[in-house]
């Protein structure tokens, strides 16, 4: 029974030390500052800007869609059936804001980046292949020039010195 539980904890440390793992939960928790952020950049600028042509507040935007929207001041209960439109376009800027964020502040950086640093690589592999070509280049030299230095002539054999070194092959 003590092996099934190192099992299952063993199991359970290497799910949480996963890279993907701890990479999400910093993801969340960077995600929620930065929500407060964007909510802060929407009420404090946004909804101004919007407030100069109508509210400041775009959760007051709504339409009625059924009889009159008006609350009842003895009960406070809504009569009619309001549709909250405002809050969803605040919403919805929330979220674009929140994405031109992440993608003009973290994503187009880092794809510059990255095709930065695979051009660099490739570039690196390039001057590898040419020094590869030209070290395979200056061996092929060696080998021609000491057959022809064993065979007195050219490379491929013909002419130069015979088996001995001397001219002819004589001795």
Same mark, same amino acid.
């Given at each position: 029974? !003590?092996e099934?539980?190192v !099992? &299952?904890?063993?199991g359970?440390? $290497?799910?949480l030390? +996963?890279?993907?793992? /701890?990479?999400?939960a910093?993801?969340? /928790?960077?995600?929620?500052a930065? %929500?407060n952020? /964007?909510?802060?950049?929407v ?13 400041q507040d775009?959760? !007051?935007?709504?339409?009625?869609l059924?009889?009159?929207? %008006?609350?009842?001041p003895? %009960?406070?209960?809504?009569e009619?059936i +309001? ?6 376009l605040?919403?919805?800027l929330?979220?674009?804001?929140t994405?031109?964020v992440?993608?003009?502040l973290v994503v187009?950086?880092?794809a510059?980046?990255?095709a930065?640093r695979?051009?660099m690589q490739?570039?690196k #592999?390039?001057?590898?292949?040419t020094?590869?070509?030209?070290e &395979?280049?200056?061996l092929?030299?060696i080998?021609d $020039?000491?057959l022809?230095? +064993? %065979?007195?002539g050219?490379? #491929?054999g !013909?002419?130069?010195a015979?088996?001995g ?7």
């Open positions: 029974m !003590s099934k539980k !099992s &299952l904890l063993e359970f440390k $290497a799910f030390t +996963r890279g993907n793992v /701890v990479d999400l910093v993801a969340v /928790v960077i995600g929620a930065f %929500t952020i /964007v909510n802060a950049f009420k404090g600028i946004i909804n101004p800007l919007v407030g100069a042509f109508g509210t775009l959760d !007051s935007y709504s339409s009625c059924q009889g009159p929207c %008006t609350t009842n003895q %009960t406070g209960e809504m009619g +309001r549709m909250l439109w405002g809050s969803v605040s919403a919805t929330s979220f674009l804001i994405a031109a992440v993608y003009f187009l950086p880092m510059k980046y990255l930065r695979a051009a490739a570039a #592999d390039g001057v590898q292949e020094l590869e070509v030209s &395979l280049e200056v092929k030299e080998r $020039a000491l022809a230095q +064993r %065979t007195g050219a490379p #491929d !013909s002419g130069g015979g088996p070194g001397l001219p002819g092959g004589d001795r």
